[in-house]
């Protein structure tokens, strides 16, 4: 049977992959984008228009305007809630109004909406392994020092990493909101570093240009002992559709690798495909030595003790074992990511 979805967020790095895989499955999609006006960033989604005649439709919507998303969602029976501003920690200069708020009374006007459409059934919303941890040492105090799904992240702030607590206080108030009412279900999906291919190129996500500053070669010299706990954007896209799909789905699902990758082995992969391969660091800066010039870049001595060396595996088997996640190499994503970032660079 063919269903009607709404994905907020629609231009965005996650959110069009969500689009196109809904397209794909012959399901008809409402796509938010804060103006259409700007062809730049609704570019992508014009083009699959024309790929997917009569599947899609754009609206706009503000994540801090009331009502704004009532329209987009007429018709509708899913709710894919993907918009959420991310940005990487150099990018941010006030972590209320930039991340916080969107975030925040984005989730309550998106929830609102839902509370007024009568024929919605199910929301699956995107939220991050960030809203269940805020510093990597935060995971040692989990049992067997595994990233589960059991745990919300309390240690973050408004002023330390307020992504993460951005993430976490939005994903507490959808559940709040859910738990508030029986005719809906909320499903959410925290995914880890997201990674991979852009659909749509002119994406400014944070997470497209996470290897940015290695890939043009600032850290030739070597990288500090800090790991990432990646994710496919494909996955990413492929979990909310399951988790759509299946009526059994229910509560949060970690999206990512159980074992965590280290800048180094990125950089090691990366070297296989990049065009200047000896701009890719080699070598792992000793931990002393970050430790001394770390506060020169930024790093306090408190980020260095809760991240610096610091590993641990996620528990993903509910991804798998209820969604039929099935994750792909590391090498595969960051081939695509590569190959994503070379053509946005050189568009």
């Given at each position: 049977?063919?269903?009607?979805?709404?994905?907020?967020?629609?231009?965005?790095?996650?959110?069009?992959?969500?689009?196109r895989?809904?397209?794909?499955?012959?399901?008809?999609?409402h796509?938010?984008?804060?103006?259409?006006?700007?062809?730049?960033?609704?570019?992508?989604?014009?083009?699959?228009?024309?790929?997917?005649?009569?599947?899609l439709?754009?609206?706009?919507?503000?994540?801090?305007?009331?009502?704004?998303?009532?329209?987009?969602?007429?018709?509708?029976?899913?709710?894919?809630?993907?918009?959420?501003?991310?940005?990487?920690?150099?990018q941010?200069?006030?972590?209320?109004?930039q991340?916080?708020t969107?975030?925040?009374e984005?989730?309550r006007?998106?929830?609102?909406?839902?509370?007024?459409?009568?024929?919605?059934?199910?929301?699956?919303?995107?939220?991050t392994?960030?809203?269940?941890?805020?510093?990597?040492?935060?995971?040692?105090?989990?049992?067997?020092?595994?990233?589960?799904?059991?745990?919300?992240?309390?240690?973050?702030?408004?002023?330390n990493?307020?992504?993460?607590?951005?993430?976490?206080?939005?994903?507490?108030?959808?559940?709040?909101?859910?738990?508030?009412?029986?005719?809906?279900?909320?499903?959410?999906?925290?995914?880890?570093?997201?990674?991979?291919?852009?659909?749509?190129?002119?994406?400014?996500?944070?997470?497209?240009?996470?290897?940015?500053?290695?890939?043009?070669?600032?850290?030739?010299?070597?990288?500090?002992d800090?790991?990432?706990?990646?994710?496919?954007?494909?996955?990413?896209?492929q979990?909310?559709?399951?988790?759509?799909?299946k009526?059994?789905?229910?509560?949060?699902?970690?999206?990512?690798?159980?074992?965590?990758?280290s800048?180094?082995?990125?950089?090691?992969?990366?070297?296989?495909?990049?065009?200047?391969?000896?701009?890719?660091?080699?070598?792992?800066i000793?931990?002393?030595i970050?430790?001394?010039?770390?506060p020169?870049?930024?790093?306090?001595?408190?980020?260095?003790?809760?991240?610096?060396?610091?590993?641990f595996?996620?528990?993903?088997?509910?991804?798998?074992?209820?969604?039929?996640?099935?994750?792909?190499?590391?090498?595969?994503?960051?081939?695509?990511?590569?190959?994503?970032?070379?053509?946005?660079k050189?568009?």
């Amino acid at each position: 049977m063919t269903t009607t979805a709404l994905v907020t967020g629609g231009s965005g790095f996650v959110a069009a992959q969500v689009v196109r895989r809904l397209l794909e499955d012959k399901q008809t999609v409402h796509a938010t984008v804060r103006s259409l006006a700007n062809k730049s960033k609704c570019h992508y989604l014009l083009e699959m228009q024309k790929e997917f005649p009569g599947q899609l439709e754009l609206f706009e919507a503000d994540l801090l305007v009331t009502g704004s998303f009532d329209a987009a969602m007429k018709g509708c029976t899913i709710v894919h809630h993907v918009a959420s501003p991310f940005l990487l920690p150099e990018q941010i200069k006030d972590g209320q109004s930039q991340l916080v708020t969107p975030a925040l009374e984005g989730t309550r006007n998106v929830l609102e909406s839902v509370n007024k459409n009568q024929d919605i059934t199910r929301v699956v919303m995107t939220s991050t392994i960030g809203a269940i941890f805020g510093d990597y040492i935060d995971v040692y105090s989990m049992k067997d020092r595994i990233l589960s799904e059991d745990y919300f992240n309390t240690s973050s702030s408004v002023t330390n990493n307020p992504y993460h607590y951005s993430k976490v206080i939005a994903e507490q108030e959808a559940w709040k909101i859910s738990k508030a009412q029986n005719r809906w279900s909320l499903v959410c999906i925290n995914p880890g570093m997201v990674l991979g291919p852009s659909s749509a190129g002119n994406s400014d996500s944070g997470s497209l240009f996470l290897l940015d500053e290695m890939l043009k070669g600032y850290f030739f010299y070597g990288m500090p002992d800090l790991s990432l706990a990646t994710v496919d954007v494909r996955e990413v896209a492929q979990a909310h559709l399951a988790a759509a799909e299946k009526l059994a789905a229910h509560g949060r699902y970690i999206l990512c690798d159980v074992d965590m990758a280290s800048f180094v082995q990125i950089s090691r992969i990366l070297r296989k495909f990049h065009n200047r391969p000896y701009l890719l660091p080699r070598h792992q800066i000793p931990n002393w030595i970050v430790r001394l010039l770390g506060p020169l870049f930024g790093l306090s001595q408190s980020y260095m003790s809760a991240h610096l060396g610091v590993r641990f595996k996620s528990d993903n088997r509910r991804s798998v074992q209820e969604l039929g996640i099935i994750y792909r190499p590391l090498e595969e994503t960051l081939q695509d990511h590569y190959k994503s970032w070379v053509e946005h660079k050189n568009a």
